[in-house]
């Protein structure tokens, strides 16, 4: 059974850089099917889709994200990762590390989510 | 602003049928069938519930469906039950250079 768990810092400080990695288990991510991808979502707020990745290192941002944010695939290791420069306390939200379907273009499979807090 | 519009609460009695919307543009739900909803209890992570506007992934109740009529989707709920009680987003491929769009978001509660 496919399962994705996302690890990393809780706390960041403002103007460094967030990173998160998600560890898929169950299946290679090295499958053609699907895109592997993060979404946010801050304290009370709604669901925020940061980007996704291929196995073969095609990327898609949130144009609005996109100056701050990378998302890297390591295959050996079936990992995907996702770094958010120069945060502040916006970027405070639970992030979720979800498989995106391409055939469907919908997130079947997702993470547990991990809460990150930008704060001095 | 989320790119799509869906009503920030919905109620129901249990056993009665609710539907929620998202209304998007012809950039998104009106012009692709990749619209997709999410169940979000709390604490939780999303749940795929609906996919390519009114598929339902292995699993999920045949009480969820969804459907869409030109710029808006829309998920209906029947037989509602005191577990349906969450938040439900949609989502929505899109033509714009955002790729994805999500909803803001919709309560549902079970009166």
């Known amino acids: 059974q496919l399962q994705l768990q996302e690890s990393g810092p809780g706390l960041v400080k403002p103007s460094e850089t967030l990173s998160l990695t998600c560890t898929v288990s169950?299946?290679?991510?090295?499958?053609?099917?699907?895109?592997w991808g993060w979404i946010r979502q801050p304290p009370g707020k709604g669901l925020e889709w940061i980007g996704f990745?291929?196995?073969?290192?095609?990327?898609y941002y949130n144009p609005s994200l996109k100056s701050r944010v990378t998302i890297s695939v390591d295959t050996s290791k079936n990992q995907f990762s996702l770094k958010v420069s120069s945060v502040t306390v916006a970027d405070t939200a639970v992030y979720y590390c979800?498989?995106?379907?391409?055939?469907?273009?919908?997130?079947?499979?997702w993470g547990q989510g991990t809460m990150v807090t930008v704060s001095s | 602003q989320s790119a799509l519009t869906q009503p920030a609460s919905v109620s129901g009695s249990p056993g009665q049928s609710i539907t929620i919307s998202c209304t998007g543009t012809?950039?998104?739900?009106?012009?692709?069938?990749?619209v997709s909803w999410y169940q979000q209890h709390p604490g939780k992570a999303p749940k795929l519930m609906i996919y390519?506007?009114?598929n339902r992934p292995s699993g999920v109740s045949n009480r969820f469906s969804g459907s869409k009529s030109g710029n808006t989707a829309s998920l209906t709920i029947s037989g509602l039950q005191a577990d349906d009680e969450a938040d439900y987003y949609c989502?929505?491929?899109?033509?714009?250079?955002?790729?994805?769009?999500f909803g803001g978001g919709t309560k549902l509660t079970v009166l």
């Open positions: 979800a498989r995106h379907w391409t055939a469907s273009d919908a997130f079947d499979i």
């Open positions: 169950g299946d290679s991510i090295s499958s053609s099917s699907y895109y």
């Open positions: 990745i291929h196995h073969s290192g095609n990327t």
């Open positions: 012809s950039s998104d739900v009106g012009g692709y069938n990749y």
């Open positions: 390519k506007v009114s």
């Open positions: 989502s929505s491929y899109t033509s714009s250079i955002t790729r994805v769009v």
